[in-house]
C-alpha cells in the first residue's frame, strides 16, 4: 500500500468513526450495543445523591445499559467538569449531571454537544447551555409549599413576627437561590411580618455550617426561624439550637429527608423537612437516554418535576408512599 493510499484509508476511517457518532446522538445504534452511560454527581459520598445513586443503578439495570456514578467528595464544580470530560474521553454514550455552577460548566456542556453526546440535567437547569431535559424539583413550588407549612405552623402560635437566618450550600447554587425565593415570595404576605436577616453560604459542609449558625445567633438574637435549602441545614441547626439551649425559640425548616435530619425531626428538633424525589432523577435520567439513544425518542417535554413534600411528625410514617404516587 503506497503513502496516498495510507492517506485515503486514513480519511475514510475518521469519515466512519465521525458518522458512526452523529448515527449514535440520532438513535441510530446497532441493538447488541450496550449504551454506557455516567453520572456525575456533585456530591459523590453524601446521603442525599446517595439516593440518587439507588435510582440511577436500578435503571441501568432496568433498561440494560452499563454507566458509572463519579465525582467530588465536596463542592468542586472543576473537578465535576474534569469527571465529565474523563467520561466523554472514554467514549460514554450520555451523561446525567447538574450544573451546579453554570457559569464554569458551560464549556464542558458545550463540548458534550460538539461531541454528539446527549446530557439530562438534575437538579438545576442552566438555561444557556443544551441538554436533552431537565429532571428535578420545581423549585417555585418547594419555597410555596414550605412556606404554607410555615404560616400554617405560626398561625397555631398567634403569628408572631419571623425573623429568619436562610443558609445554603452556595451562593451560586442555582437550585438554592430558587428554592430560597419561593420561600421569600410566599412568606411576603404572612399575617405577623417577615424579614430574613441573614443568608450564607455552608459549601456543603457540616462543620462550616454549624460555626455560621453559633455565630448568627450570637449576633442576631431575633432570629426564631431557620430555613435550609441544602440537605445539611436541618441536622446542623438541631444540633446546634441544643447546645446553645434556643430550642423553644428556633423553629427549623430542612430539606431532603437524609436519616439524621428524619431522626431529629422524629426527636422533635426539626418542625418540618422538605422531601424531595432523588431516586426519580436517577432512574428516569436513565430511562430518557437509553429511549433516545436507542431510538431517537425525544422525551415528551424539558422540565420533569420529580416531585417533594413538606413533612412533618403528622405525616412521617406514609410521605414516602405519598411522594412516590
Known amino acids: 500500500m503506497n503513502k496516498m493510499q495510507k492517506i485515503m484509508v486514513a480519511v475514510l ?82 451523561i446525567i449531571s447538574m450544573p451546579i455552577a453554570p457559569t464554569a460548566m458551560r464549556p464542558v456542556w458545550k463540548l458534550c454537544e460538539e461531541q454528539g453526546v446527549p446530557v439530562v440535567f438534575v437538579g438545576s437547569v442552566d438555561p444557556e447551555s443544551t441538554s436533552l431535559a431537565f429532571i428535578g424539583t420545581n423549585e417555585a413550588n418547594l419555597g410555596a409549599m414550605g412556606a404554607a407549612g410555615i404560616k400554617a405552623h405560626f398561625a397555631e402560635l398567634g403569628n408572631p413576627p419571623l425573623y429568619a437566618y436562610v443558609q445554603q450550600s452556595t451562593m451560586d447554587a442555582s437550585f438554592a437561590n430558587k428554592a430560597r425565593d419561593g420561600y421569600l415570595a410566599a412568606l411576603k404576605d404572612y399575617a405577623g411580618g417577615f424579614e430574613m436577616v441573614l443568608n450564607e453560604p455552608n459549601n456543603s459542609d457540616m462543620v462550616t455550617a454549624m460555626q455560621k449558625m453559633e455565630a448568627a445567633f450570637e449576633a442576631n438574637p431575633e432570629i426564631n426561624l431557620v430555613i435550609g435549602v441544602a440537605g445539611e441545614v436541618g441536622s446542623a441547626a438541631a444540633k446546634v439550637v441544643n447546645e446553645m439551649e434556643l430550642r423553644e425559640r428556633i423553629t427549623i425548616i430542612a ?47 424539558y422540565n420533569n418535576d420529580s416531585g417533594s413534600i413538606f413533612v412533618t411528625l403528622d405525616n412521617v410514617d406514609s410521605y414516602q408512599s405519598a411522594l412516590k404516587e
Open 13 to 94: 476511517a475518521v469519515m466512519f468513526l465521525v458518522g458512526g457518532m452523529t448515527s449514535l446522538f440520532a438513535g441510530g445504534r446497532e441493538e447488541d450495543d450496550t449504551l454506557n452511560i455516567v453520572f456525575v454527581t456533585p456530591l459523590v459520598a453524601h446521603p442525599v445523591w446517595d439516593v440518587a445513586r439507588a435510582g440511577f443503578e436500578d435503571g441501568l439495570a432496568a433498561f440494560g445499559a452499563e454507566g458509572q456514578y463519579v465525582g467530588p467528595l465536596g463542592i468542586d464544580p472543576a473537578e465535576m467538569v474534569n469527571q465529565i470530560e474523563l467520561a466523554l474521553a472514554a467514549g460514554a454514550d450520555g
Open 255 to 301: 430539606i431532603d429527608d437524609i436519616e439524621e435530619t428524619m431522626d431529629w425531626l422524629e426527636e422533635g428538633s426539626i418542625y418540618g423537612v422538605m422531601a424531595q424525589n432523588f431516586y426519580k432523577m436517577g432512574h428516569y435520567g436513565v430511562e430518557l437516554l437509553v429511549n433516545y439513544l436507542n431510538d431517537g425518542t425525544e422525551p415528551s417535554q
